[in-house]
């Protein structure tokens, strides 16, 4: 602050200042003439309160920028966050209205894995759907050939073919070749019986 005071006639001014203090009680120390000295001095000092001030509104204004860029990154992190939880909660309720052995194929294929979209878990649950399918058609189709089975080479390759999801009434020929040969033959007089009993 600067103090300005006229006495006897000439100009004091108090150039000084580390403290903001009334011009009563500036002019009490560092009172100098106002000269050209001192005019300079008072120019100079308030260049330097001028580029004081600047630096403490660009350090303000920096700072304000930076903790608007940390509230907007924390803001995306709890809103991805928030639409996380809202996937999870989508997907737990979409595997709730599923058919209970579909269901539990697919629970234990998401089981661990929590970056699972939607489509996945739709995609799972088609394919849960269609392995629950096969196996409802092989026991369709265990239950109807087991009559046929005589020996228990007969029921055992029929349980093989049955696990391995292959129709003994319409093997195809790359199914034929996951089987034994005496698996291949058992199958081969099941079907047999099957289509006599058929006529």
């Known amino acids: 602050m600067i103090a300005v005071k006229v006495l006897e006639g000439e100009r004091l001014v108090r150039i000084d200042s580390q403290h903001y203090e009334l011009p009563m009680w500036a002019l009490e120390r560092d009172v100098k003439l106002w000269n050209e000295e001192a005019r300079q001095r008072a120019e100079d000092y308030c260049e330097q309160q001028k580029i004081l001030i600047k630096d403490q509104i660009d350090a303000i204004k920096k700072r304000q920028a930076e903790d608007k860029e940390r509230n907007r990154k924390e803001h995306e992190k709890m809103v991805n966050e928030v639409e996380k939880g809202q996937d999870k909660l989508r997907i737990d309720f979409f595997i709730?209205?599923?058919?209970?052995?579909?269901?539990e194929i697919v629970e234990r294929r998401v089981k661990g894995d929590d970056d699972l979209t939607r489509e996945e878990v739709k995609r799972y649950a088609e394919e849960a759907r269609a392995e629950v399918a096969n196996r409802s058609r092989m026991s369709s189709v265990a239950e109807t050939l087991k009559p046929f089975c005589i020996t228990k080479p007969d029921h055992a390759a029929l349980a093989v073919a049955v696990g391995k999801g292959i129709d003994p009434l319409t093997m195809t020929a790359q199914q034929a070749a996951a089987l034994?040969?005496?698996?291949?033959?058992?199958?081969?007089?099941?079907?047999?019986?099957?289509?006599?009993?058929?006529?």
């Open 180 to 199: 034994s040969p005496s698996q291949r033959k058992a199958l081969a007089g099941i079907k047999a019986r099957y289509q006599r009993a058929k006529r």
């Open 96 to 103: 709730r209205t599923l058919e209970p052995q579909v269901r």
